[in-house]
């Protein structure tokens, strides 16, 4: 091979492996994004971060829609390199996304990840058990929905039918 094939096949993977890494939200959603502190300070004392742009990830706990209103109760997952839920067991929270625009239940189900960027509202109390529990409340701009059968995990195949995660 030439030295220009060579050049040729590199920029092909190397174009892959950058649309590999893209990520979920746009960048232009990104850039707008103005709180930079974690969400245990968030969770705390959301009235105090009223109207900051925000960039959460979680897993979707429930839907509902109104005629008026959709909203989502999400549990809060720290985000990957790449904008996805990561660490599906270590969680600092909930918040509840609310949106003028119809959120299909089929379509944003129980357990699906997501990522938002969005305005925060204020919070909400509402109980979870006996428990008085403050939800901030996010005004979405983007919302991420991630698939499924995606890996978080790096994912290692060995021949064929043999394969095991880590």
């Known amino acids: 091979m030439t030295i220009k094939r060579y050049g040729y096949i590199l920029g092909i993977f190397f174009i892959m492996l950058v649309m590999g890494c893209a ?5 232009q959603s990104r850039s ?20 900051e742009i925000i960039m959460l990830g979680g897993k979707i ?6 005629s008026t ?7 809060q997952l720290a985000l990957g390199n790449n904008g996805r839920p990561v660490n599906l067991d270590q969680s600092r929270g909930r918040f509840i996304v609310q949106s003028k625009q119809f959120l299909d239940p089929a379509i944003y189900q129980k357990e699906m990840l997501l990522t938002i960027v969005g305005k925060l509202k204020g919070s909400n109390i509402r ?3 006996g428990f008085d529990y403050v939800y901030p409340l996010v005004e979405p701009i983007e919302i991420k929905l991630w698939p499924k059968e995606m890996q978080t995990q790096p994912m290692f195949h060995f021949g064929f039918g043999v394969g095991t995660t880590f």
Do not use: C, M, R
Not at 32 to 51: H, N, R
Not at 61 to 66: D, G, I, K, P, R
């Open 23 to 27: 990520t979920g939200i746009s960048q």
């Open 69 to 75: 209103l959709s909203e989502l109760t999400v549990l």
């Open 61 to 66: 706990l429930e839907t509902n829609v109104s």
């Open 127 to 129: 109980a979870i058990g």
């Open 32 to 51: 707008k994004v103005t709180y930079a502190g974690t969400f245990s300070e968030l969770q705390k004392t959301p009235d105090v971060y009223k109207d």
